[in-house]
T-cell receptor, first 112, second 113 residues
Framework: GESVGLHLPTLSVQEGDNSIINCAYS??????FIWYKQESGKGPQFIID?????DKRQGQRVTVLLNKTVKHLSLQIAATQPGDSAVYFC???????????FGTGTRLLVSP | EAGVAQSPRYKIIEKRQSVAFWCNPI?????LYWYQQILGQGPKLLIQ????????DSQLPKDRFSAERLKGVDSTLKIQPAKLEDSAVYLC???????????FGSGTRLTVV
């Protein structure tokens, strides 16, 4: 299928490694953040979210870290698998406007 | 729980023609969004509905784009006339309330030639 993003920043890892994908956000008023995974030809798929009153949240194999001081968000994927290969987007929700604003995206490539 | 349904899956039209996309959100989701995703970019919001009312359409090119959600359930997005730069994936998302659990459909890929 057609690629979601041809010129996105790319992170290449080996199967079994841990992956860290970073995202800088710009709006200090944002109070809710979501990481999405998008495979080619599909819509964004929810991975994990975090609210601004937290600095860390863990899911199954994934952890999101939020640093409000420097407006930085990261997604950590443990024991990365080939099925994790996709484009990953962070999105921020502006409480005042109640809408999601997406970042540029990072392509994750996992080699067997 | 059924997901967000969108149709058609793909559409190819010539510039200056018109096109319409359809979205059926998750049952009970009051808030519905249309996003445009150009290749290589993140999705960008076009319009937000709360039930059948428009909450935010500030990014919608209103000279050619229109959207409606007449009964507060499914929604249509129309482009008339289409331009080459409208080639993109059009994504629909819904949520029970803003700031909580957005779910996206698979999108409609539009190619304008």
């Amino acid at each position: 299928g057609e690629s979601v993003g041809l010129h996105l920043p790319t992170l290449s890892v080996q199967e079994g490694d841990n992956s860290i994908i970073n995202c800088a956000y710009s709006n200090s008023a944002s109070d809710y953040f979501i990481w999405y995974k998008q495979e080619s030809g599909k819509g964004p798929q929810f991975i994990i979210d975090i609210r601004s009153n937290m600095d860390k949240r863990q899911g199954q194999r994934v952890t999101v870290l939020l640093n409000k001081t420097v407006k930085h968000l990261s997604l950590q994927i443990a024991a990365t698998q080939p099925g994790d290969s996709a484009v990953y987007f962070c999105a921020e929700n502006d409480a005042g406007f109640q809408k999601l604003v997406f970042g540029t995206g990072t392509r994750l490539l996992v080699s067997p | 729980e059924a997901g967000v349904a969108q149709s058609p899956r793909y559409k190819i039209i010539e510039k200056r023609q018109s096109v319409a996309f359809w979205c059926n959100p998750i049952s009970g989701h009051a808030t519905l969004y249309w996003y445009q995703q150009i290749l290589g970019q993140g999705p960008k919001l076009l319009i937000q509905f709360q039930n059948n009312g428009v909450v935010d359409d500030s990014q919608l090119p209103k000279d050619r784009f229109s959207a409606e959600r007449l009964k507060g359930v499914d929604s249509t997005l129309k482009i008339q006339p289409a331009k080459l730069e409208d080639s993109a994936v059009y994504l629909c998302a819904s949520t029970t309330q803003p700031n909580y659990g957005y779910t996206f459909g698979s999108g409609t890929r539009l190619t304008v030639v």
